[in-house]
């Protein structure tokens, strides 16, 4: 019995002694202070930091088992030159701890409340960061014995079991770019049963004004905290925002520092614009439907190791980037980073299927530090009934150098492909390209080529090397063959937009005027063009159809170097005979020089026209002869400075009459005979000559002839392109009655508007108006001095000695005119009204 007495007693000593205690403890928790502390926990915090803490509020402590800290106002200051004061503020905090585990060394903090913690973290214009602490020095012990050391005991543990965030802010700022980001923490809830369970966390949120929800389960506090272990630490979260989820799965060995990590990811995007807020409005693609999973591990660099990549994206309207384009899907995978990347997508393009095969090399040569590797690319795409492929290696990807790509299209129709290429294309028929694609030295950011270029359609084909720079000055080489081009046909598969038929001119109506107050345009030429770029450009050509004509062995060289052009052979076979010339211009000068030299035997006068964009009124080869230099930076100006000979030589053709009324409206006038011309009609054009000697911009003509079944008119003068004036003295002549009548006529004066008059002595030019009223029926009675401009003989044929002229040739002996047309009338009709008929041949 004396053992059971003994136990009880010791058990009411004990008990007595934990009342003593406890309510020792009680005494003096309701006599103790927070408040005095507050000196202490701000000297400590500043030794630690090196910043000021301010504890503006009370701090206040309610007595119990689990005692509970409080604490209001707080404010942790930011180093100078900052935006505000206060790196962090806190409108209140509650602290409960558990007081038991006090005993034996532990701090368990069963909850933990923040009440609007308010926190700015920022870098200043400097770059520096308010995070980033100066702890001051530790005062020196003073001399003397010192204390004895505290013995050691166990390592103080701390454990949260439960975390609360009320109306939470943390914000960034960049003060060199003002630009700040935030994050909201309307509410943040994280639970432990223990320090050695895991943690649960649930949290909303709003990054940038945009709401997300977070939910993670993670290991526990305890091994969070023990930085020597290397048992995997269990991680599984998801983030939910504008209705993409984020999910991770895993672990990591050392937490702390975001290392040893081993995750795996995936996520769905229903609406990819949706996410713009949080990338800081970027504008997205309008991609949906996306999905995509990969693992990543700590590869112990700054890269992670990336496995099991696949991307998903599914049917979405990409017609704002590319018109009319529509994507059904698009699967992407790689098994690791340094395995292949494969592609497949389809869609449709204006209503037309499209697909895509593509194999490409590793991502890890995409990522920032990667060694340069080969990457070897193989895609193929179809595309409204085309093929369009390229295969090769890129030395260096991220780089873009090294390029050696091998092209290939193959096109039914062209024009199919428009919508791919962002603008019309010709409706060139069964079209196969192929070429290698290589970049210039230093990569494509200085130039790219393309190598053994082979281009064929029915239209005709190409091949070649063409080659651009892109330095200082960019630059482009080129050397061209061709066996066959139609040119016709080329423009026919343009299709050009309808344009309204340009009426012809009205009979005696000047030309239409350009711009400025003159003939000859003024506005400047495009000199710069040459003085931006440079250029050696080849040219070899079988067969050129161009206008119905074919022209063949073109042969050119153009180079241009400094703003200096030389076009230097340019020949050609044309229908008319073999044609050679030469251009060259020195745009590097203030005026520029320009000297033109072309032997060109017959140029269809219909391509002339079409070229010039006027109707076809006229048909035959124009010769010309021109050696013609001059310096200006417009066509007027050059043409003011012209020195050098040209000539234009035409035999056989036909010429509408239209346009005789229009050049000749007011010589014909003034005969009163302008009637004959401008009712429709086309003439035969039997020559047409022209030679003009200039020097310093004044041209002399000599000898000026036409002949026509209209018109047979013969002149000569000058025209002085600087003033863009006329001298020229004219003679049309004209057959009455089998004679022989030649009307002189002065041409004075502006070339848009000049003064004409019959040059003619006395009476005759006098009555020469009266003659030709005669003529036209009003007074059948001819006057006497009619018979001082008519001249007697056979009348001569102005085309031998014309043709010869312009040609350089001596001219042959006077040849008489051509009989007029025994269709055309009676050679002595019995009225005046049949003479006109007659007048002009």
Known sequence: MTFPRTLRLALIAIAVLLILAIGGGAVFLARFDPNTLKPRIIEAVKRATGRDLALNGPIGLKLSLWPTVQAADVAFANPPGFSRPQMATLQGLELQLALL???????????????????????DAAGHPNWQMTPEAAPKAPAGPQAPAAPSGRKAVVSIDTVQVQDGLLAYRDDRSGKQTTLGLPRLDARAASPDAPLHLDADGSY???AFHLVADTGSLTRLQDSAATSPWPVKLTLSAAGATLAADGALTHPLQGKGYDLALNGTIPDLPALGPLLRDRNLPPLHDVRFAAKIADSGGAIPAVSSLTLHVGASDLGAQMPGFALASLDVAAAAADQPVKANGTGTLDGKPVTLTATTGPLASLLPGAAPAPFPIDATLQVAGATIGAKGTVADVRALTGANLAL?????????????????????KNVAFHGTLTDAAGGFRNGAALRGMALTSTEGDLAGDIAIGLGARPALTAALK?????????????????????????????????????LIPDQPLPFGVLRAADADVRLDFGLLRFGGADYKAIATHVVLAN?????????ADTPGGRLSGSLSADAAKPAPPVHLVLRAPGLALKTLLALAKQPGLASGNMEVRADLSGAGPSPHAIAASLDGTLGLALAGGT????????????????????????????SELRCFAMRMDARHGIGTIQPLALASSLLTMTGSGTVNLGTETLALQLQPQARVGGTEVVIPVDVNGPMLDPKVGVNQAGAAEANIGTIAGALLGKNPTLPGPFHGIIGGGKPVDPCPAGLAAVRGQAAPAAAAAPKASTQRGPALPANPQAILKNLFR
């Open 101 to 123: 585990p006090l005993l034996s060394g532990h701090y368990e903090i069963d909850r933990l409340v923040l009440i609007k913690p308010d926190i700015l973290l920022e870098t």
């Open 408 to 428: 290939a299209v193959q096109a039914p129709d062209l024009a199919a492909l428009s919508p791919l290429a962002r603008r019309p294309l010709p409706a060139l």
């Open 208 to 210: 940038d004004a945009t």
């Open 563 to 571: 703003g200096k052009l030389a076009v230097d052979p340019f020949s």
């Open 482 to 518: 061709s066996n066959r081009i139609d040119l016709d046909a080329i423009q026919t598969a343009a299709k050009p937009a309808p344009q309204a038929a340009t009426p012809p001119p009205a009979p005696g109506s000047p030309p239409p005027r350009r711009r400025g107050n003159g």
């Open 655 to 682: 010429i509408d009459n239209r346009l005789l009324g229009s050049m000749l409206g007011k010589v014909l006038n003034a005969v009163n005979a302008l009637d004959l011309v401008g009712r429709g009609g086309t």
